[in-house]
């Protein structure tokens, strides 16, 4: 049990960091780090709701992406619109995500593997370019989001250190909700379905069906996310559902460790942190981050958590 | 109608274009069951690697040739040194390591040509517009592409149906341990393979230079729809990538040229002129989606090639 409690360690360790980053940032004046993190914990919470489904439902989206751009757009729109609640901004949000979430999961569900990867890939392309061609909110150019969301003086997203504890909150509800869902009779069943489907099906529950709920249910908290990102840069344009970002989540995914609850919040940190770092060296940062992707599938199995449970073990 | 011959010209050529990215992407797949994401970096380096040759030595020819070697050694570099060894492991391990190729690649271009793009220009003979019809004319260039192209099809073809290469390479796809019992070297038959999968990635990124400029990232889009391509025609048929690709191309081309005008005729020109672009663009995933929700494995599975 030693290796158990050196990824509980370092876990433990990081979400103290999280909770006291505003205190760091306020004593040492340097806001830039509160902006950069507040970042990464909202693509935490984007990746963290892909795992649900890649790691615990071993359905591989390759367009999960596309629910940040839905759920950013959905602020945007209703603030250009004039409608600058975010008890409507939000709630329209998730519902958005859901809806997209439960029709394409319902027909790429029909299909596996490698055909699934594409598929979602697929869609997600599909709301890329739809998103491009919405000329009214600024089509490829993108849509300024001028007036975060309004909470009638609950909580002021305006207000740097408010903004970034909601974010945070955000992020540890949904990981309290996925530690439910997975350890509930629901998603013992969607695990049992990666693990094998036809016996499953054959014990007599309705595959698709299972899968399909925990789908709309990981598309709807990368909405949230997507609500939050565009508040967040104060803009949301049909780059944030390019396919190479719904493949930055699932690096993120792979890297902290996928199927492990905390494993895709320390694969953000670490893959943003990493990309800021590397950025401040060199130019030409990417160029060390690739050939590290590389290294870290080949000789880093089970991404950080994975690596951090062997160092336990010796 | 000269129009319309040219712009189903144009979707053939670049179908054909297409065919040559996907049978790389197909062959891969099917064979060694690696998803390469970095293939559309091969594409790049194919049209970087030209437009450095043809600066060079002065001939567009000398220099597609010289960059059809390059990439060849290229892959072959890349699969010993990288890819051989994420052989039967995950998919998503393969589309992680092989992203992280395509940061790599597009960094180094960058670091290497710098982030302008680079200009491959034609040789004088090649820009002539040729008649193909009474009254109808088509740029040789592209004319060109389509020959070339075909012409790698049809070797394409009987080199895997009618040569000992082929025979092994059909036999490693079907069952690798079989093949390798019998004492057939699977290593470097999966190197060849990858080589050549990689060449011909080059020869679609230098045969398309001239037309567009040379610029980083100019794989990635490509890649999607060779990926496309590859699942609609089932993965691992080089048949189905074929069909497939010209579909693509000529659904691709013509929805560009013609859905703006047909658009407006329902809409106000204003809302057709916008929502055409994005149409068009869509109407590939589009038929994908319909291709995969009605037959989950694509046209043409592979086991009936």
């Known amino acids: 049990m030693k290796g158990l409690s050196v990824s509980k360690a370092v876990t433990a360790l990081m979400l103290a960091g999280l909770v006291l980053l505003p205190l760091y940032s306020s004593l040492s004046g340097n806001i830039f780090i509160l902006t950069l993190f507040t970042r990464i914990v909202i693509l935490a919470l984007a990746a963290a709701s892909l795992n649900l489904i890649m790691g615990y439902g071993g359905m591989m989206s390759f367009g999960h992406a596309a629910y940040l751009g839905i759920g950013g757009y959905a602020v945007g729109i209703l603030a250009q619109e004039g409608i600058g609640s975010g008890f409507v901004q939000f709630p329209v949000a998730l519902a958005a995500s859901a809806l997209f979430a439960l029709v394409i999961g319902a027909l790429s569900l029909r299909t596996r593997g490698v055909y ?3 598929i979602t890939l697929a869609f997600a392309q599909m709301a890329y370019y739809v998103a491009s061609g919405l000329a009214r909110y600024g089509g490829d150019d993108g849509l300024t989001v001028y007036k975060r969301s309004d909470f009638s003086g609950l909580i002021d997203l305006s207000d740097r250190v408010q903004f970034y504890y909601l974010c945070l909150a955000c992020l540890l509800g949904v990981i309290f909700l996925i530690w439910r869902i997975v350890n509930s009779r629901f998603g013992l069943v969607v695990q049992g379905l ?16 299972y899968q399909l709920v ?64 590397l950025s401040q060296i060199t130019e030409y940062w990417a160029l060390i981050m690739g050939p590290l992707l590389l290294l870290i599938v080949l000789f880093g199995r089970g991404g950080i958590m994975g690596v951090l449970g062997r160092v336990g073990r010796g | ?67 059809l070697g390059a990439t060849l050694v290229l892959g072959i570099v890349l699969e010993v040194t990288a890819l051989r060894h994420l052989y039967g492991r995950d998919h998503l391990d393969h589309v992680l390591a092989t992203f992280g190729l395509i940061l790599f690649f597009n960094e180094a271009v960058r670091l290497i040509w710098g982030p302008a793009g680079l200009a491959l220009p034609l040789p004088a003979w090649l820009t002539v517009p040729v008649p193909i019809l009474p009254g109808i004319h088509y740029p040789a260039y592209r004319l060109a592409i389509i020959v070339v192209a075909l012409l790698v099809a ?25 093949i390798g019992a019998l004492g057939i070297n699977i290593k470097l038959l999966y190197t060849l393979v990858f080589g050549l999968g990689a060449a011909l990635a080059g020869l679609a990124g230098l045969m398309q230079a001239p037309i567009l400029t040379v610029q980083i990232g100019m794989g990635e889009n490509i890649l999607i729809l060779a990926f496309v391509i590859i699942v609609i025609g089932g993965i691992g048929s080089i ?67």
């Open chain 2, 154 to 178: 049809l070797l394409l073809y009987l080199g895997v149906m009618r040569t000992r290469i082929g025979m092994l390479i059909r036999a490693g796809a079907s069952n690798r341990e079989m």
């Open chain 1, 116 to 118: 699934f990867i594409m």
């Open chain 2, 1 to 67: 109608m000269l129009l319309v011959v040219e712009q189903f010209l144009n979707g053939l050529q670049f179908g054909l274009l297409l065919f040559l990215l996907a049978a790389g992407l197909t062959l891969v797949f099917g064979i060694m069951d690696l998803v390469n994401l970095a293939h559309g970096s091969l594409y790049m380096m194919g049209a970087y690697f030209a437009a450095t040759f043809a600066a060079w030595t002065g001939s567009f020819i000398l220099g597609a040739l010289m960059a």
């Open chain 1, 214 to 277: 925990c789908f709309v249910i990981s598309g709807t908290m990368c909405g949230l996310a997507g609500a939050l990102l565009a508040n967040n840069t104060d803009f949301v344009s049909p780059a944030v559902m390019y396919w190479t970002r719904s493949g930055d989540l699932m690096v993120m995914v792979i890297l902290g460790g996928m199927g492990t609850l905390f494993g895709p919040v320390m694969g953000a940190v670490v893959y943003l942190l990493l990309e800021e770092f």
């Open chain 1, 194 to 209: 990666r693990s094998n489907e036809q016996r499953m099906q054959a014990i007599g529950f309705p595959a698709k069906r």
């Open chain 2, 239 to 305: 048949r189905g990538a074929f069909l497939a690709a010209i579909f693509v191309g000529m659904i691709d081309t013509l929805g560009r040229a013609f859905l703006p005008n047909l658009l407006r005729q329902v809409l106000s020109s204003t809302a057709a002129s916008t929502a055409a672009p994005a149409l068009s663009s869509m109407l590939i995933y589009l038929l994908m989606a319909i291709v995969l929700v009605v037959r989950p494995e694509g046209l043409f599975p592979a086991n009936r090639r």
